[in-house]
């Protein structure tokens, strides 16, 4: 077995920062392009799927927002600092994440993996006196081991199974809660 690798994280991985389109412009807002924020995907879930809001395209021109993609990371930046899902479809996201993209070095779900093993380190390098924030320099410090591509994906998919499991069980005992509340309200009535 190959010795793992030792990286910066900016070797491996693209910071991308996001953006707000002016409030107070109605036609930038409620086009077809999701815009993240942090009350989009702080649910433990691998994948985000859908955002509260939307912005047009002339909102997407105009802000500093930027696009993720398909399993590109977001991650939170501000007040609860390191919430992390993977982007299902294009999104665009708000200054309070960061999106996080292999730079190819490193399988994406291994990368999404890997961040959340991180997330303690940067809670722990965060800042500020109102609420916790995390900045680009805040991934200065951070060093990744990184194993050969074939281990890279084996961990992956492993870990994806899992997730997987954890996801239905959730959707199973949602749904059993449901049922549940529906025969206490047919029992009231």
């Known amino acids: 077995m190959e010795e793992w690798k030792e990286y910066k994280f900016a070797e491996i991985a693209t910071i991308i920062s996001g953006g707000t ?6 036609r930038y807002w409620n086009g077809n392009i999701p815009w993240l924020s942090v009350k989009d995907f702080g649910n433990d879930n691998k994948y985000v799927f859908s955002t509260e809001k939307t912005i047009s395209k002339e909102g997407f021109n105009n802000s500093s927002t930027n696009m993720l993609y398909k399993n590109d990371i977001i991650i939170s930046a501000r007040g609860t600092v390191g919430e992390l899902a993977m982007i299902s479809c294009p999104m665009s996201f708000n200054q309070s994440c960061f999106g996080l993209r292999s730079k190819g070095l490193v399988d994406k779900d291994f990368l999404y993996y890997l961040m959340k093993t991180k997330v303690k380190e940067l809670k722990n390098n965060s800042h500020g006196s109102v609420f916790d924030t995390i900045t680009r320099t805040t991934f200065d ?5 990184i194993p050969n591509a074939q281990e890279q994906r084996k961990i992956a ?9 954890i996801e239905l069980n959730r959707r199973i005992n949602d ?3 449901q049922q549940a509340q529906m025969m206490f309200d047919q029992h009231l009535m």
């Open 157 to 165: 998919t492993i870990l994806s199974s899992l997730d997987d499991k």
């Open 175 to 177: 749904n059993l809660e």
């Open 21 to 26: 389109p002016k409030t107070s412009i109605p």
């Open 141 to 145: 410090n951070i060093i990744c081991r």
